[in-house]
T-cell receptor, first 116, second 112 residues
Framework: DAGVTQSPTHLIKTRGQQVTLRCSPKSGHDTVSWYQQALGQGPQFIFQYYEEEERQRGNFPDRFSGHQFPNYSSELNVNALLLGDSALYLC???????????????FGDGTRLSIL | SQQGEEDPQALSIQEGENATMNCSYKTSINNLQWYRQNSGRGLVHLILIRSNEREKHSGRLRVTLDTSKKSSSLLITASRAADTASYFCATDWPGGSYIPTFGRGTSLIVHP
C-alpha cells in the first residue's frame, strides 16, 4: 500500500523563477492538502483540493496555485519566487469527510525548496 | 487564528526517562492531534483526541485533554533514542472544515 509520494525531494531555484511540485496521494485517498514548513516552524496550511477544485485556502498569496488531476494527484505551483519561499513543502492526503470523522491525514516526506 | 502552542520548545532527556510535552490553544476545538516529525521527513500521526474525550493511550504514548484549560499533554513513557524527533500538536475547530492547524513543535532529544 503506497503512501504519499512527493517529487522532487530537493529543488534549488533563483528569485523570480517558477516552480512546480508534485504529489501522489495514498491509495484510496481523494483529498490533497499542501503545507509550507519553514525551518524551525510548524507546517502552515496553503490549500486543499478535492474533486479537482480548491476547497479551502490558507493565508497565502495568489502566487501559490495548485491543481488536482482525475487520478487525485496534485501539483503545487509557485510563481515569482521570493527568498522567503525557501521551505519544506509537504503534501498530505485524506479521504473526503474523513477529517470530520477523526481520520488523520497522511503526509509525504516533502520537497525541500531552496531559493538563491 | 486557531493555533496550538507547544511547551517546552526543546527537551533533552536520557533513555528510559519519561518525556512530557504540553500544548495550549485559544478557542474551542473539534479534535486535537499529535504528530511526530523526524529530521527532514514528513509528519507521522500519533494520536487524535476528540473534544469530548479526556485521555487516550497508544502503546507508550498517553495524551490528555483539558478543554477547560484549553490544553493537552503528550507523555512518552520509557523513552528510547528512536523517539528523538519534533512533536507537533494540531487543532481544528468548529467551522474550520477540520483543517488541522499546527503549532511550532517541541524538539525532543533522547540520549542513549
Amino acid at each position: 500500500d503506497a503512501g504519499v509520494t512527493q517529487s522532487p525531494t530537493h529543488l534549488i531555484k533563483t528569485r523570480g523563477q517558477q516552480v512546480t511540485l508534485r504529489c501522489s496521494p495514498k491509495s484510496g485517498h481523494d483529498t490533497v492538502s499542501w503545507y509550507q514548513q519553514a525551518l524551525g516552524q510548524g507546517p502552515q496550511f496553503i490549500f486543499q483540493y478535492y474533486e479537482e477544485e480548491e476547497r479551502q485556502r490558507g493565508n497565502f498569496p495568489d502566487r501559490f496555485s495548485g491543481h488536482q488531476f482525475p487520478n487525485y494527484s496534485s501539483e503545487l505551483n509557485v510563481n515569482a519566487l521570493l527568498l522567503g519561499d525557501s521551505a519544506l513543502y509537504l503534501c498530505a492526503s485524506s479521504l473526503a469527510g474523513g477529517l470530520g470523522l477523526g481520520q488523520p491525514q497522511h503526509f509525504g516526506d516533502g520537497t525541500r525548496l531552496s531559493i538563491l | 487564528s486557531q493555533q496550538g502552542e507547544e511547551d517546552p520548545q526543546a527537551l533533552s532527556i536520557q533513555e528510559g526517562e519519561n518525556a512530557t510535552m504540553n500544548c495550549s490553544y485559544k478557542t474551542s476545538i473539534n479534535n486535537l492531534q499529535w504528530y511526530r516529525q523526524n529530521s527532514g521527513r514528513g509528519l507521522v500521526h500519533l494520536i487524535l483526541i476528540r473534544s469530548n474525550e479526556r485521555e487516550k493511550h497508544s502503546g507508550r504514548l498517553r495524551v490528555t485533554l483539558d478543554t477547560s484549560k484549553k490544553s493537552s499533554s503528550l507523555l512518552i513513557t520509557a523513552s528510547r533514542a528512536a523517539d528523538t524527533a519534533s512533536y507537533f500538536c494540531a487543532t481544528d475547530w468548529p467551522g474550520g472544515s477540520y483543517i488541522p492547524t499546527f503549532g511550532r513543535g517541541t524538539s525532543l532529544i533522547v540520549h542513549p
